[in-house]
Each structure stands twice: as structure tokens, then as C-alpha cells.
């Protein structure tokens, strides 16, 4: 399996990106899709995730400013990322897990940047 993503940037503040992230490969329908994201020294937060059904996980740092979602059909998940503050600045990785063997995957990592 193969997670590619895109859409990152530079972005000022109060901006909107949308990242996007396609999965390939044997993809197992029952999956998980999410974004995390990481700065130097940090350890790293889940930003977001959705099941193959439809729900929904979101880090209150972000909740009411990013909406996920995802086309089943594609094997595609994309972040929407609206009211962009400096503190978003980071690299954004796209994660799929597979519910049944928890057998996980990462695409490589897309920077966003947000500054004025």
C-alpha cells in the first residue's frame, strides 16, 4: 500500500489549505484514514481521522476550523483546513490503518506553513 498526499503550503494566517491523500495498493475496506502532524521536537498529534463508516475524530485544537472526509470508492481522504493559525505550522502526514489487522501506513509528509 502506497499513501500519497498533496496540497500543502504557505498559507497566511486565517487562510484555507485542503490536503489531500490517495491510497494504493491492497487496500482493506475496513480502514481508518487520518492526518497527523509533527514539529521539530514534538511528538506529534492525531489532527484527524474517519472510519470507513463514516465517523469522525478530530484534536480539540482543530475541531470547528478542519472538516475530513472521504470518497470510499477512491481510497482518498482530504483535510479542509479553514481559519489557519501560525500553530498549525507543521508537517502534515497521511495515515491509513487497516481495523482488522491494525497493519498501519504513512505517506511521506506534506509541510504546511502558516505565516504572514
Known amino acids: 500500500v502506497q499513501l500519497e498526499e498533496s496540497g500543502g503550503g504557505l498559507v497566511q494566517p486565517g487562510g484555507s489549505l485542503r490536503l489531500s491523500c490517495s491510497a494504493s495498493?491492497?487496500?482493506?475496506?475496513?480502514?481508518?484514514m487520518g492526518w497527523h502532524r509533527q514539529t521539530p521536537g514534538d511528538q506529534g498529534e492525531l489532527v484527524a481521522s474517519i472510519t470507513n463508516a463514516g465517523d469522525t475524530h478530530y484534536a480539540n485544537s482543530v475541531k470547528g476550523r478542519f472538516t475530513i472526509s472521504r470518497d470510499n470508492a477512491k481510497n482518498s481522504v482530504s483535510l479542509q483546513m479553514n481559519s489557519l493559525k501560525p500553530e498549525d505550522t507543521a508537517v502534515y502526514y497521511c495515515?491509513?490503518?487497516?481495523?482488522?489487522?491494525?497493519?498501519?501506513?504513512w505517506g511521506q509528509g506534506i509541510q504546511v506553513t502558516v505565516s504572514s
Open positions: 495498493g491492497s487496500v482493506s475496506r475496513f480502514n481508518i
Open positions: 495515515r491509513l490503518i487497516f481495523r482488522l489487522t491494525q497493519r498501519d501506513f
